[in-house]
């Protein structure tokens, strides 16, 4: 007898299942985005997809998507630009932190149109970094906190963008191939009720 083993997709309403079991612990009350944090994509739009990572702004309580990479090249103590796997969370002005030195992001400063990616800092970095060092932002977004439990359009409808509250969650079992960003070793330390298939 034969079985196949190929992975089935299933949409539940109008999404596709990144769940693995039934058990998800959600977060009661939801949270809330911060519209301010997240970045348009080409079409203008402020969309954050199911299963997206989110860190907590330590300053306000909300959420934003988690602005957390590792370098992709070693930075030398002289440079300005570090090229890292993935900026596409992080925005001009963020404070990072860089493998235990502090950066500012410049002004448009990040280049996500080549790979690696890149961030464009407002001074040198001022010390020697490795390949896989990490680089976070340090409000809190730099964090692995939770998972969003839908996609959340941030538009308000007359071309603007808005606070959302949104359903999250905390513990399950997540199919990781697919979430919108693949869990880095970084993502799975943190999210430790998450596991992911």
Do not use: C
Not at 92 to 115: L, Q, S, Y
């Amino acid at each position: 007898m034969a079985y196949d083993v190929t992975l089935k997709t299933k949409t539940i309403g109008g999404e596709l299942n990144i769940f693995d079991s039934e058990h998800i612990r959600w977060i009661r009350g939801a949270v809330t985005l911060d519209h301010t944090k997240v970045n348009a994509d080409a079409n203008g739009k402020k969309v954050l997809k199911l299963g997206e990572f989110l860190g907590k702004i330590t300053a306000t309580g909300k959420y934003a998507p988690t602005k957390h990479t590792t370098l992709a090249v070693a930075a030398l103590s002289t440079d300005t630009v570090l090229k890292v796997n993935d900026a596409s969370r992080f925005q001009a002005g963020d404070a990072i932190d860089v493998a235990g030195t502090a950066a500012t992001i410049a002004a448009g400063g990040i280049n996500t149109g080549v790979t690696p990616h890149e961030i464009t800092l407002t001074a040198q970095i001022g010390a020697a970094k490795n390949v896989g060092d990490a680089v976070k932002a340090t409000d809190g977004s730099g964090n692995f906190d939770l998972m969003l439990g839908e996609t959340v359009d941030l538009a308000v409808g007359d071309g603007t963008f808005a606070d959302a509250v949104a359903t999250a969650f905390d513990e399950a079992r997540v199919i990781n191939a697919r979430l919108p960003r693949q869990a880095t070793d970084a993502a799975k330390a943190q999210l430790t009720g998450i596991k992911f298939v």
